[in-house]
């Protein structure tokens, strides 16, 4: 099975940069997804990452570190639009298993 | 426009009755997905399927049918639904296998009494 741990819920201000963790333990271990979710819609595709490292793409990046089962998603220069919930997601490649953690409500206040 | 489309989208039904969730998608895509989302659980898999005919069980199976007899729909059936099935449900769909980029469909609210 998946253990997936990421905290429930942050809060920062505008203009200011977050970091969500997420740790994993997973058998089989490909990748890992982030997926952006705002309230009452459907996730939407942040970012995959497979080799250990930093990516950047614009105000978020993502990092992974495969032998620490460790990933963090960072949000530089926050936004209101910002606020939603952050879902952190091990791909093991066994049968197209994508196992999603419960995910980080973020709050950005002004 | 490339999307997943999934009807309805807000459904009251009482416990047993039948009902299909409609889900299809444009893309070509191979892969779709059924998930649930409850409120601490997260998304968890309901289906899958990896092609025409070819579909598995996810997580929690327990209560749901699927098929896939076309490449872009993928129906959700719950033959005799229970109030423990009331949850938010996305459909999804991906080039290939799930590590690939997945596109979720809008979601369905299922309330039954």
């Known amino acids: 099975g998946q253990n997936i741990d990421q905290p429930t819920e942050m809060t920062a201000t505008e203009g200011a940069i977050v970091q969500i963790n997420c740790t994993y333990q997973?058998?089989?271990?490909?990748?890992l997804f982030w997926y952006q979710q705002h309230a009452g819609e459907a996730p939407t595709f942040l970012s995959y990452n497979v080799l250990d490292g930093l990516e950047e793409k614009g105000r978020f990046s993502s990092f992974l570190s495969r032998s620490k089962g460790y990933s963090y998603l960072l949000l530089k220069e926050l936004q209101m639009k910002d606020s939603a919930s952050y879902l952190c997601?091990?791909?093991?490649?066994?049968?197209?298993?994508?196992?999603f953690g419960t995910g980080t409500r973020l709050q950005v206040t002004l | 426009e490339a999307q997943v489309t999934q009807n309805p989208r807000y459904l009251i039904t009482v416990t047993g009755k039948k009902l299909t969730v409609t889900c299809s998608q444009n893309?070509?895509?191979?892969?779709m997905s059924w998930y649930r989302q409850d409120p601490g659980l997260g998304l968890r898999q309901i289906y899958y399927s990896m092609n025409v005919e070819v579909t598995d069980k996810g997580d929690v199976p327990e209560g749901y049918k699927v098929s896939r007899k076309e490449k872009r729909n993928f129906p959700l059936i719950l033959e005799s639904p229970s109030p423990n099935q009331t949850s938010l449900y996305f459909c999804a769909s991906s080039i290939g296998q799930g590590g690939d980029e997945q596109y979720f469909g809008p979601g369905t609210r299922l309330t039954v009494t």
């Open positions: 893309m070509n895509h191979e892969y």
């Open positions: 997601a091990p791909y093991t490649g066994t049968a197209s298993k994508l196992t």
């Open positions: 997973t058998s089989g271990f490909n990748g």
